[in-house]
């Protein structure tokens, strides 16, 4: 196992309600990156979190927000649910070194389904 | 066009085979790259990373060819727990990440 915990497992929404996600890293990590995985695809990025805050995006609104803690832990927040955000979303931690430019390899965690009707 | 290119498959293979995929990626400035495996309705657990001096570990080869802008994962005598999808990664900026949609690996007794 990776260490890297997410809550809830799985949710249930309705279109224009609000979600948050959660994640803790694994020990030692500083880094949480988040990813949207549709059925049939690749995960795509959508922000990484470094130093508790922001720090790359990907082509996601802005409805789509987060946050990272002092203990590294985060969240995602997405607004205003759409039918499109159904998808499984997926946080992966990495410990960032050499003054924060060297990409440690990623640790996913088990996600959490989504499910917006 | 998307960042990262795979061909979906599915590749299916009897056991004992040998199977490589590819992976392209259209940002020559991409720096990291690696593979990952993922089980049907689990996470994406990582396999190897991909270095442009080739490396292997134990019946996996990966390998990075710059020029072309591809990278491959070789499988050699392919079991049947090796039956998964095959996502590659490309790190660009040192924080984006971008994966393929995956391959779809089907080891067959």
């Known amino acids: 196992e990776t260490g890297v915990t997410q809550s809830p497992t799985h949710l249930i929404k309705t279109r224009g309600q609000q979600v948050t996600l959660r994640c803790s890293s694994q020990?030692?990590?500083?880094?949480v990156s988040w990813y949207q995985q549709a059925l049939g695809q690749g995960p795509q990025f959508i922000f990484q979190y470094y130093r508790e805050e922001e720090n790359g995006r990907g082509n996601f609104p802005p409805r789509f927000s987060g946050l990272q803690f002092p203990n590294y832990s985060s969240e995602l927040n997405v607004n205003a649910l759409e039918l499109d955000d159904s998808a499984l979303y997926l946080c992966?931690?990495?410990?960032?070194?050499?003054?924060?430019?060297?990409?440690?390899?990623?640790?996913f965690g088990p996600g959490t389904r989504l499910l917006v009707l | 066009r998307k960042e990262v290119e795979q061909d979906p498959g599915p590749f299916n293979v009897p056991e004992g085979a040998t199977v490589a995929f590819n992976c392209t990626y259209s940002n020559s400035a991409s720096q990291s790259f690696f593979w990952y495996r993922q089980d049907c309705r689990k996470e994406p657990k990582l396999l190897m990373s991909v270095y442009s001096s080739g490396n292997e570990d134990g019946r996996f080869t990966a390998q990075l060819n710059r020029a072309s802008q591809y990278i491959s994962l070789l499988i050699r005598d392919s079991k049947l727990s090796d039956s998964a999808t095959y996502l590659c990664?490309?790190?660009?900026?040192?924080?984006?990440?971008?994966f393929g949609s995956g391959t779809k690996l089907n080891v067959k007794p």
């Open positions: 990664v490309a790190i660009y900026n040192f924080n984006k990440f971008y």
């Open positions: 992966a931690s990495s410990l960032r070194l050499a003054g924060g430019l060297r990409q440690e390899t990623q640790y």
């Open positions: 020990s030692g990590h500083n880094t």
